[in-house]
């Protein structure tokens, strides 16, 4: 059947539900986007980036992929952040993971997958970055959710190197880029504690000279 019937019938139930509640809901939302926040997530499907945060639909902008990987010449990654930040203006950027991530398990073990071998190479740079501390760690699956995290970390200071990121704040828009992790068992975010706001935050080798610097 070409058609799947079960799911336009859980959206027609789904907007009956939204509309009953609020009747101007849909009509509101169809002539504006303004959310404050860019979630840059994973594409598991266990993830859903509205419903972990509870916001509505038109207050979250998101980009998902394969770990939450962010690489500068990932040309649909930097037009969804240019666009969130130039064009919507965003505050905040969060880089979410989750721990447990099957492309970060994929990318820790030697088999090749085909493909998503080459996207995977990325999250294998941030093992090397970070060999002599995940060398400490005996258990697999500890090692997994250690490597969840310091890909986060590592993709904020990606998303940051960007000079989509850097103009922003050298012409004072207020933006923030934080690191979050979620926990699939719980459904509980966790901050990584990292949260960059400034151009003076980022290495000298990756900051780009802004009109009028010298």
């Known amino acids: 059947m070409r058609v799947l019937k079960h799911l336009f019938d859980n959206n027609k139930a789904w907007s009956e539900r ?9 009509e509101t939302l169809s ?10 997530g994973c594409s598991d499907s266990r993830v859903p980036a509205n419903d972990i945060v ?13 770990a939450n990987v962010v690489v500068p010449s990932d040309m649909n990654c930097m037009s969804v952040l240019q666009f969130a930040v130039e064009v919507l203006g965003v505050k905040h950027v ?16 030697p088999q090749g997958l085909g493909l998503i071998d080459h ?19 005996d258990d697999f699956d500890q090692l997994v959710d250690r490597m969840c995290e310091l890909n986060v ?15 922003a704040w050298a012409r004072g828009q207020d933006l923030s880029v934080h690191g979050w992790i979620y926990r699939l068992e719980n459904g509980r975010l966790h901050d990584l504690d990292v949260c960059i706001t400034c151009n003076d935050d980022v290495h000298s080798v ?3 000279r802004q009109p009028g610097e010298a």
Not at 18 to 26: V, Y
Not at 54 to 66: A, I, T
Not at 119 to 136: P, T
Request: proline share 5%; with cysteine.
């Open 18 to 26: 939204i509309t009953e509640r609020d009747p101007q809901f849909f």
């Open 31 to 40: 002539k504006q986007q303004a959310p404050e926040y860019l979630w840059i």
């Open 54 to 66: 509870d916001l509505l639909p038109g207050e979250l902008f998101v980009h998902r992929n394969v």
């Open 94 to 109: 969060m880089v979410v993971g989750h721990y447990g991530c099957g492309g970060v398990r994929a990318a820790l073990q």
């Open 119 to 137: 996207w995977l190479c990325h999250i294998k740079d941030v093992h090397r970055r970070h060999e002599a501390e995940l060398k400490q760690i």
């Open 153 to 167: 970390i590592d993709q904020v200071y990606n998303v940051c190197h960007s000079p989509i990121v850097q103009a």
């Open 206 to 208: 990756y900051r780009y």
